[in-house]
């Protein structure tokens, strides 16, 4: 590939975030081709690299559309000013060459959400300029000249922008998550006994783990419902300024001592390791990371129909697929999973359908597919 400028958008620039880490793999990929790199950020957070040209937009804000408005604008002036040969953005904004469309498509999260609130709210929600701002932003971006392609984390998500936009399938590319499947790996009997003691899970208990941030979106709520109907254990690894809320559930439903808060962990590796299945009943997610991990470390997944992971999961075979809102089906799945997934079947798919997914495969699709735009 001959010699390109590559110039990558994102409004915040967090190292451990899902969109950064899918831009690092890529990043890694492209270590050996002859590329220059710019990142446009509102607020750089890593390392200093200096091999790459930070580029700060950070326009004043009034509030969440000016924020957004403010930075479109702003971080499109520099990629005109500097001509790059590619432009991939990360963020809804009319112009670039490639957007990657990691949170899915605006409206359909609202449909999603509006499920659980009453009438009137889920009216206010669609109506309100913030959410309004963010779906003709998204319109534009999808309907102008300059959009050559989109990379979608889940065939979910590719559906939903052929759908919605009318973008023909040739322009949508789904290029899956990479996971490090040497580093995530299922415990052995011993390490598994010593985090169970770790963390106060009774050795023989049936163990299932929430992982995520934004406890409404990810679906506490419906996970706490479900495993009150079972003897099951959940551990919730996040945080979220309502904890108190599903703390108060879980004590009116009678499972507080089996649903424990773990909060935000720098390093979930330990808490996979010591249950037995991931429950995920997210409201809407193109495809949370967690799954991966979860299913490289051999747990069986519980996740929703609205969660492009449920691409990766047979239902009975290595977890299980509900409404992200149908608590009778979750009970039911959290009890057909083995009781100890350690050596089970089940754990041996899940981890037997991640194995292909590498950073050097995902390395690979992406490379080709800025070759194909530079040609």
């Not at 499920?115 to 929600?125: E, G, H, T, V």
């Amino acid at each position: 590939m001959k010699h390109f400028r590559l110039a990558l958008v994102r409004q915040k620039y967090r190292p451990d975030g899902g969109a950064e880490r899918f831009v690092s793999r890529a990043l890694e990929a492209l270590e050996d081709q002859d590329l220059d790199l710019s990142v446009i950020t509102r607020e750089w957070q890593g390392d200093k690299n200096p091999d790459w040209h930070i580029h700060i937009c950070n326009p004043v804000k009034w509030g969440r559309v000016s924020r957004e408005r403010g930075f479109a604008e702003s971080a499109r002036r520099v990629w005109q000013q500097e001509k790059f040969d590619i432009v991939q953005s990360h963020e809804r904004i009319a112009g670039c060459d490639i957007y990657r469309a990691g949170d899915g498509v605006h409206r359909r999260w609202l449909l999603q959400r509006s499920r659980i609130m009453p009438k009137w709210r889920s009216r206010l929600l669609m109506a309100d300029r913030f959410h309004r701002y963010v779906m003709r932003a998204e319109r534009e971006m999808y309907a102008a000249s300059e959009l050559k392609a989109v990379i979608c984390n889940a065939q979910m998500i590719k559906d939903e922008i052929m759908a919605d936009f009318g973008l023909p399938d040739d322009k949508i590319t789904v290029i899956y998550n990479a996971i490090d499947n040497k580093k995530f790996l299922p415990a052995t009997e011993q390490l598994r006994h010593q985090l169970r003691q770790r963390f106060e899970i009774p050795q023989n208990a049936h163990c299932l783990i929430f992982v995520g941030s934004g406890f409404e979106r990810k679906g506490l709520e419906a996970a706490i419902r479900a495993t009150a109907l079972t003897d099951s254990f959940l551990l919730v690894v996040g945080q979220d300024k309502d904890e108190k809320h599903y703390r108060a559930l879980a004590n009116t439903l009678g499972c507080n001592k089996r649903v424990r808060f773990a909060g935000v962990q720098k390093q979930t590796l330990p808490f996979y390791q010591a249950a037995d299945a991931l429950l995920l009943p997210t409201l809407y997610d193109p495809f949370p990371n967690v799954i991966l991990e979860a299913m490289s470390c051999g747990l069986p997944v519980i996740t929703s129909n609205t969660c492009g992971g449920s691409e990766f999961i047979t239902s009975g075979s290595n977890g299980f697929v509900c409404d992200a809102l149908n608590i009778h089906d979750l009970a039911e799945s959290i009890r057909a999973l083995p009781d100890e997934s350690l050596g089970s079947t089940m754990s041996k798919l899940a981890r037997a359908r991640i194995i292909e997914e590498t950073p050097a495969r995902l390395s690979g699709q992406l490379i080709n597919l800025y070759k194909r735009i530079l040609e």
